[in-house]
């Protein structure tokens, strides 16, 4: 008798949570389903996910001008967790119908069929942008997966009146850089040339690029891994002799610690990207008008080139009701005029169509002292070299952060920390199944 | 917890002063200031401008507090209130509705002899050793299937079945609901329902505002379940929301000092909800010590 009450009663309660829990389920506007069912009516509506400062107020703008398609922000936190919080999405079947997509991530949101083919959508669209950039969505095949957003070539920041007081030159070569290493380090103990970082994959990344690797190949059916490759090594080589030498400093960026030694004065180069003047402006407010900006060092007198450290574009997820709508958003977005400059005074980025960069004319408050700023930016842009990312990017990221956090406490060999990348990255591919060519 | 409530209510008294009195009085001054330790830096911090910040040293107060406040009010339209009213409704939703399921499964595997009871107990004394974050990704999918995938319900839900809670109500009741009281009102023509609304749950009132607070807190602290259940960013909570300020992308500064002010003001609501709950668990003690 008490076990049948018991029972009606869990039954009672189990009904009653689920029928609010479903009724308020359906109360909520829930994107997806009122843009599916209001389809044929009303406007197509689209969620975008990105992590763009401000983008809210830019997508307003399209908004007021297409009320038939409706667009709505929602924030993310960026990164790499952004990156897998996208691929469960898209796994569990509810993704956002636009996403914005690092391009190293790019080609695991392919593996994953979670990005779709905009191919004839953006037919028009190729034209504005550069070879190298385009090359980064379409990965070397005929299919588009996304439309490039911003793009962050690399050069040399340094602090100008440190240069002076220590009586160095600006480096032109690696080995000048090494040789004006151990002079600042001899003059003041306390005070780095720079720090190699040991949690930033992506900026190893641009510098191998620079050097001329090519850390992925597709060759027909197969990949070719070749994170080892004698540029990445040269360069794991370089860094690691200087840390060993005691004259570059261990510390990674972007933490308390790096941002205090820009504070005082104790980091005089930061080789970092286009997106710099941001960060340092945020970290280091007290040496506004006191960096200036460079070239790369070179690794061989009179050649000229760079690498790409970050950067992301406007994907479309393969599961989005409305595709065609999104991919029209996603190039007004990364092409139209209006679109571009509001992206560069809104969200502080630095597009990567060409018609988008010649909209960079002020330089930033920071770099008030250098007028020609985005000119500088512009020719270095120019000079940048790409390679393409594979579909395990995350896997050879962190064994990067694991093998180098080693390294550099260790003071240890930094070419075998380039082999375990290589290994790791090989590794997780084969065991994906994927094919690789030897 | 459980132990130590009901533990309390023994007659034997420590005397009051005792040669071993100073041993742990040291060991919870330094258990103090293990814990404060962090929670000053915050309050220090937040205190401090961007400029400051990383610039002057750690302990030393800064000038930026009401420069920060404003911000961080300011960001992006005030949208750390509608964090916090999230918030609110995740912890103070999910601990009302997770305390009332815990205490009536509780009061029932205790009470109540009934086919299946030790197979739902041992069950539950299993679930206490999944942690709940390795639940998040499954629970994720299955919202998804059902359809409640980024709704508020999706982190509500699973925060209300909390195996601990209930064991700890079921250990609760038995302690503290004696059976014979049960009997007593049942002779007196009671049913059931009413039984427990009138004699249990006056009697389970402290060990209801222990779970209560323990829920608030885990629920008001949980990041990864709101982190992968929602997407879109007007139903996050603070821990996720703030989230969004550190990890900014590539390129991006982290608002470090609109960080460090949202997590001293989140903080706040906890330190008054256990002020307010103190004085329930007083009511405890001191009616344990009447009766017995």
């Not at chain 2, 007196?188 to 209560?212: K, N």
């Not at chain 2, 949202?262 to 103190?278: E, H, N, R, V, Y």
């Amino acid at each position: 008798m008490r076990v049948n009450r018991l029972a009606l009663a869990a039954v009672a309660i189990l009904t009653a949570a689920l029928s609010t829990a479903c009724s308020g389920g359906s109360d909520e506007p829930s994107g997806e389903a009122a843009s599916q069912s209001a389809a044929p009516a009303g406007p197509v509506k689209l969620t975008y996910w990105t992590w763009v400062p401000n983008m809210d107020k830019i997508v307003a703008v399209w908004n007021q001008a297409h009320p038939d398609i409706q667009v709505t922000v929602s924030k993310q936190a960026g990164g790499d967790d952004a990156a897998a919080k996208f691929l469960t999405a898209a796994k569990a079947g509810n993704p956002p119908d636009l996403v914005q997509a690092e391009y190293q991530m790019l080609p695991s949101f392919v593996a994953a069929d979670a990005v779709a083919d905009l191919k004839a959508e953006t037919a028009q669209a190729k034209a504005e942008f550069g070879e190298g950039v385009w090359g980064l969505v379409t990965l070397g095949t005929d299919a588009v997966y996304a439309v490039p957003q911003d793009s962050g070539p690399m050069m040399l920041y340094y602090r100008k009146d440190l240069f002076e007081k220590y009586g160095i030159e600006v480096p032109k070569t690696w080995d000048e850089y090494a040789e004006a290493a151990r002079t600042v380090h001899k003059k003041d103990p306390k005070v780095f040339l720079g720090t190699f970082s040991s949690k930033d994959p992506g900026w190893f990344a641009g510098l191998s690029q620079q050097a001329g690797a090519q850390w992925w190949s597709i060759s027909g059916d197969a990949w070719r891994v070749a994170v080892n490759d004698e540029a990445t090594t040269k360069v794991a080589s370089y860094w690691g002799g200087l840390v060993k030498e005691g004259v570059i400093d261990g510390m990674p960026y972007f933490t308390p610690e790096w941002n205090k030694a820009l504070n005082d004065g104790k980091l005089l180069t930061w080789p970092s990207a286009v997106w710099g003047p941001g960060v340092l402006s945020s970290n280091a407010p007290k040496a506004a008008g006191k960096w200036a900006v460079a070239p790369l060092p070179q690794w061989n007198a009179g050649e000229n080139h760079s690498g790409f450290w970050g950067g992301s574009s406007t994907a479309v997820a393969a599961k989005s009701p409305n595709k065609a709508a999104a991919a029209t958003f996603a190039t007004w977005l990364n092409t139209d005029p209006q679109a571009l400059g509001l992206l560069i005074k809104e969200g502080a980025v630095y597009p990567a169509s060409a018609k988008g960069a010649a909209l960079m004319t002020e330089a930033p408050d920071y770099f008030s002292n250098q007028p020609d700023f985005w000119k500088q930016a512009a020719d270095i842009g120019a000079t940048a070299r790409g390679f393409t990312f594979g579909p395990n990017v995350n896997v050879t990221y962190n064994a990067y952060r694991d093998a180098f956090d080693k390294a550099v406490a260790d003071k240890s060999d930094f070419a075998a920390a380039v082999q375990g990348m290589q290994d790791a990255t090989v590794a997780d591919m084969r065991k994906s199944g994927f094919t690789l060519a030897q | 917890m459980a132990a130590a409530l009901p533990g309390s209510r023994g007659p034997a008294r420590p005397s009051p002063r005792r040669p071993l009195g100073l041993a742990p009085t040291g060991v919870l001054v330094l258990g103090a200031i293990y814990t404060l330790f962090p929670v000053s830096w915050v309050v220090v911090a937040s205190t401090k401008s961007e400029g400051e910040l990383f610039s002057t040293s750690t302990f030393a107060p800064g000038t930026g507090l009401l420069s920060n406040l404003a911000d961080l009010f300011a960001y992006r339209d005030g949208v750390f209130w509608l964090w916090l009213l999230n918030t609110l409704l995740y912890a103070g939703g999910g601990a009302v509705l997770s305390t009332a399921v815990s205490t009536i499964s509780g009061y029932t595997l205790a009470k109540y002899s009934f086919p299946g009871r030790g197979l739902i107990f041992n069950l539950l004394i299993g679930g206490i050793l999944v942690p709940s974050v390795v639940l998040a990704i499954p629970q994720y999918l299955l919202f998804s299937k059902a359809g409640l995938a980024g709704t508020y319900w999706s982190v509500l839900l699973p925060q209300i079945l909390h195996p601990y809670s209930i064991y700890l109500a079921r250990i609760y009741s038995q302690a503290a609901v004696p059976g014979s009281l049960l009997e007593a009102g049942r002779l007196d023509g009671a049913g059931e329902w009413r039984l427990f609304q009138r004699v249990a749950l006056p009697l389970l009132t402290p060990g209801m505002v222990t779970i209560f607070l323990f829920q608030f807190v885990a629920i008001w602290n949980n990041f990864l379940l709101p982190f992968i259940m929602l997407g879109d960013d007007q139903r996050f909570p603070l821990t996720v929301g703030l989230y969004t300020l550190l990890a900014a992308g590539a390129g991006q500064p982290s608002l470090y000092n609109l960080i460090i002010t949202g997590t001293m003001l989140s903080l706040i609501p906890l330190i008054a909800l256990f002020l307010t709950m103190q004085r329930y668990w007083r009511t405890d003690l001191s009616g344990g010590a009447v009766k017995s």
